[in-house]
């Protein structure tokens, strides 16, 4: 199993959140678009969690694929209060330069599938910023979540 999300920061020292998710079908890990650890979920009307949408709030999934746990209690835990430095797999390249701004988005290609991941910042809401590209870490994006 790969991993696409490791945390940097202790863990411990973060608030960490269980949500609802507004459509079971994507913590199923047969379906062809799962959920993945990593990926940026935001809030909607009901106080539920869905992928978020290009340029919002969101928060990181802090769950693997296909954890049973999430699937009994249709819930999965997101990284919700404090800033924290991660590395991730769910990234697009393009334009990402070290201390730049980084934002959600929609439509990120990874693994054959189309996700909510991370981005260089051009408008809508500053998640976080760069602090080690890819090509210098193992091609995982590190970068610091300094909103929340």
Excluded at 129 to 146: E, S
């Amino acid at each position: 199993m790969i991993v696409n999300f490791e945390l940097v920061t202790d863990v411990q020292d973060l608030i960490r959140r269980d949500f609802t998710l507004a459509n079971q079908a994507i913590i199923n890990p047969t379906n062809p678009n799962p959920l993945l650890d990593g990926e940026w979920v935001a809030l909607n009307s009901a106080y539920q969690i869905d992928r978020a949408a290009t340029g919002v709030l969101g928060f990181a999934v802090f769950a693997e694929k296909g954890r049973f746990d999430v699937q009994a209690i249709g819930k999965t835990t997101v990284l919700f209060a404090k800033p924290y430095e991660a590395d991730t797999r769910i990234f697009t390249t393009t334009g990402l330069v070290l201390g730049g701004a980084l934002k959600i988005s929609a439509t990120v290609s990874y693994n054959s599938q189309t996700v909510s991941g991370l981005i260089a910042y051009d408008t809508g809401i500053i998640i976080g910023y760069v602090t080690r590209l890819p090509a210098n870490n193992g091609g995982k994006l590190r970068f610091l979540k300094t909103i929340g």
